[in-house]
């Protein structure tokens, strides 16, 4: 079994709105996103955003996307009060995305 980086199976685009961001993560080749449903789990994603996530705003949501082999994820409360209200460094969260392309899947 070998360990690959996320970003060499995938790209990500982000958004938000308020204090809640998305990470979307498309695959590069439509033989890998079933890779990604399997490596990407809730739980997953939690873990690794753990340190940033609000509990009390909720569980991370994944919606999947096969026509476009995509998965989205949905953070809320990850943005510390969005845009207006935030003094985070990266307020629109588009870092996270980022973030996210260097966990490592296993192939």
Not at 6 to 18: F, I, Q, Y
Not at 37 to 51: D, F, G, K, M
Not at 60 to 73: G, S
């Amino acid at each position: 079994m070998s360990v690959v980086k996320l970003r060499e199976l995938a790209h990500s685009r982000t958004g938000d709105k308020g204090d809640t961001s998305n990470i979307s993560v498309i695959a590069y080749r439509a033989e890998d996103y079933p890779r990604l449903c399997q490596a990407l789990t809730v739980e997953r994603i939690s873990a690794w955003y753990a340190e940033l996530l609000d509990p009390a705003a909720g569980p991370v949501r994944r919606y999947e996307l096969p026509n476009v082999h995509a998965l989205n994820f949905v953070l809320p409360g990850i943005l510390r009060g969005g845009v207006t209200r935030s003094l985070a460094l990266d307020a629109h969260g588009k870092a996270l995305g980022a973030a996210l392309l260097d966990m490592d899947i296993e192939l």
